[in-house]
């Protein structure tokens, strides 16, 4: 079974970067997806983007533009870098595994990232 | 994008009755669709992928059927550890979206 552990600070103020890993541990990087979504506090869940091991990425059109996912092979890690972050992207933060695309299969246990001045 | 759309927002059933839910999309998604439960405090987790195969070591009592614009979650008899949220996400269209959640309660 493969458990994903995930780790970032979670008190950032508006306009920094937001930066979190997922380590992937029981697995390895093969032809799986490794994805991030968030659920703002009380809210629904919202997808931000995925990566394949071999580097390639797909973006939420409405994070596209300040995000970066990367994978990390040699450490069975991969990151999520959200810029200019504001209030609004207060959530829960997951990592996420899934052998199709799209489909989420294996999750983190979530970080609590606040943006607040 | 493709909004999903679950109804109702809340369904209060008892333990052993039957639930079901349903997800709309705005657009056919074909047979990509997923249900997962989600329960307070914790991940979200995946129960039916490509609209009604259960994911790993999901309990038979949980059902889904539909395709193209409708869908449906059933859980057969309610146990107690059932009580969550539930949400429907197409996987059909990028980016995947996710319906607005079904509050199951007692």
């Known amino acids: 079974q493969v458990q994903l552990q995930q780790w970032g600070a979670g008190l950032l103020k508006p306009s920094e970067t937001l930066s979190l890993t997922c380590g992937v541990y029981?697995?390895?990087?093969?032809?799986?997806?490794w994805s991030w979504i968030r659920q703002p506090p009380g809210k629904g869940l919202e997808w931000i983007g995925e990566?394949?091991?071999?580097?390639?990425?797909n973006y939420s059109p409405s994070l596209k533009s300040r995000v970066i996912i990367s994978v990390d092979t040699s450490k069975n890690q991969f990151s999520l870098r959200l810029t200019s972050v504001t209030a609004a992207d207060t959530a829960v933060y997951y990592c996420a595994r899934g052998l199709v695309r799209g489909v989420p299969e294996d999750w983190g246990q979530g970080t609590l990232v606040i943006v607040s001045s | 994008e493709r909004v999903m759309t679950q109804s109702p927002a809340t369904l209060s059933l008892s333990p052993g009755e039957r639930a079901t839910l349903s997800c709309r999309a705005s657009q056919s998604v074909s047979s990509d669709l997923g249900w997962y439960q989600q329960k307070p405090g914790q991940a979200p987790r995946l129960l039916i992928y490509?609209?009604?195969t259960r994911a790993t070591g999901i309990p038979a009592r949980f059902s889904g059927s539909g395709s193209g614009t409708e869908f449906t979650l059933t859980i057969s008899s309610l146990q107690s550890e059932d009580f969550a949220v539930y949400y429907c996400?197409?996987?059909?269209?990028?980016?995947?979206?996710f319906g607005q959640g079904t509050k199951v309660e007692i």
């Open positions: 990566v394949r091991h071999a580097g390639s990425s």
């Open positions: 029981g697995g390895s990087f093969n032809d799986e997806y």
């Open positions: 996400q197409q996987y059909n269209n990028w980016p995947p979206t």
């Open positions: 490509g609209a009604s």
